[in-house]
């Protein structure tokens, strides 16, 4: 039961985490942002680039997170979000492997101004393992939804916590390298 309860609670992270991706890429003061961000990602055809494609993202985002509240999409929806996290890290990863290390990652909006780094690659590898982990096993019954719920806000916080200190310590060592 513990098992299932921790995997639920995975799954509902990865709601909170895929539907505030999708707001930052809805959201019209950062379409140009994430605009030229697809243009800095090469890999793209060039026909994709653009609104379109951030929004065929930010659907994407959404519907696996509602796909992930269903018991009967559950498990397609965590395998389907382990597949979109290493995607996102194999991207990064190969502009990291290009030397576009200055290049935001575009993981949390504008404001955050996360760059391309290891630590970010091993991060969309954990999240690949725990929707995977969160696929694994069953939705519990609604008396214990509640503990779920409440491990995945503690989730989501030390999520948004360690995504901070990652920022502030770039933010540290680009002052430190003037």
Known sequence: MLVSLLAQAVALFFVWLLLHAA???????NQRYYENLMLDYAYVPKPLQGIAMVRAIAVVEILIAVGLLLPISKTVAAIACAILM?????????????GKRDMDCGCSGPAVGLKISPALLWRNLVLALLALFAASEPYVMAAEMWLSLALAIVFS????????????????EAMRSR
Request: charged share 15%; glycine share 6%; hydrophobic share 45%.
């Open 157 to 172: 916080l030390a999520y948004s916590c360690w995504e901070g200190l990652l920022a502030n310590a770039q933010r540290i």
């Open 86 to 98: 290493l995607t996102y890290g194999a991207l990064l990863s190969a502009q990291w492997l290009q």
């Open 23 to 29: 707001r930052h890429k809805l959201m019209s003061d």
